[in-house]
């Protein structure tokens, strides 16, 4: 898990509420990411920031914010658009000169009452 | 977009045995080839990776094959152990400076 932390561990949503998962890193790293993995699936990316104040959609953002105001820290929101969030959010890292090579925290497993 | 296809989507080998597991991917511009290994709950791990200047790389019982012409890439793993059980996943990146990643393969070592 390196020096990525993630929290919750387990976040529980109610109907129409937003939640706000947390990933925090302090390997220095410029790009900073978050993936959704449904059971037996494999990672869709969600946004992507490669840069402070800085970011981009990735291939399912749709009822999803983030932000990145710190260079340590790129939360993801869960709005109430996001019709079926029940999912293990992962939030990876990477240096910005190879930035390929990502590093992933441990996980917040999101799930609807 | 990039599509990375991955199988078998479940491997069973007994200890000690060989395991492959392969990608094909779309994009002919894609030049990192990394592999993850993902434990129950957890996140997924680096194992391995390659770029598209070399064919092969090894690393103790772990080595990874790219084929750049057949756009295909295999992760090898000699002398499995049960602790290898796991899902592993490949991946590609893309022109966004992001990986697309394959569907995963579960791999189970029986002792």
């Known amino acids: 898990d390196g020096g990525i932390t993630q929290s919750p561990k387990y976040l529980f949503r109610k109907e129409g509420q937003n939640v706000t998962l947390s990933c925090e890193q302090n390997l220095n790293h410029d790009a900073m990411y978050w993936y959704r993995q449904d059971p037996g699936q494999g990672l869709r990316l969600i946004y992507y920031s490669q840069i402070v104040n800085d970011f981009q959609k990735g291939d399912i953002a749709e009822g999803y914010s983030v932000s990145r105001e710190k260079k340590e820290s790129f939360p993801l929101t869960v709005t109430s658009a996001q019709k079926n969030p029940t999912a293990f959010y992962l939030c990876?890292?990477?240096?910005?000169?190879?930035?390929?090579?990502?590093?992933f925290g441990p996980g917040t497993r999101l799930l609807v009452l | 977009g990039e599509n990375v296809e991955q199988h078998p989507s479940t491997l069973s080998v007994q200890e000690g045995d060989s395991a492959v597991i392969k990608c094909t991917y779309s994009?002919?511009?894609?030049?990192?080839f990394p592999w993850y290994k993902q434990e129950l709950g957890k996140g997924p791990q680096l194992i391995i990776d390659i770029r598209s200047n070399v064919g092969e790389k090894k690393d103790q019982r772990i080595a990874v094959t790219l084929n750049k012409t057949a756009k295909h890439f295999s992760l090898h793993i000699t002398e499995t152990q049960p602790e290898d059980s796991a899902v592993y996943f490949c991946?590609?990146?893309?022109?966004?400076?992001?990986?697309?990643f394959g569907s995963g393969t579960r791999l189970q070592v029986q002792p």
């Open positions: 994009d002919s511009a894609s030049n990192y």
């Open positions: 990876a890292s990477s240096r910005r000169d190879i930035q390929e090579t990502q590093y």
């Open positions: 991946a590609a990146d893309t022109g966004r400076r992001a990986l697309t």
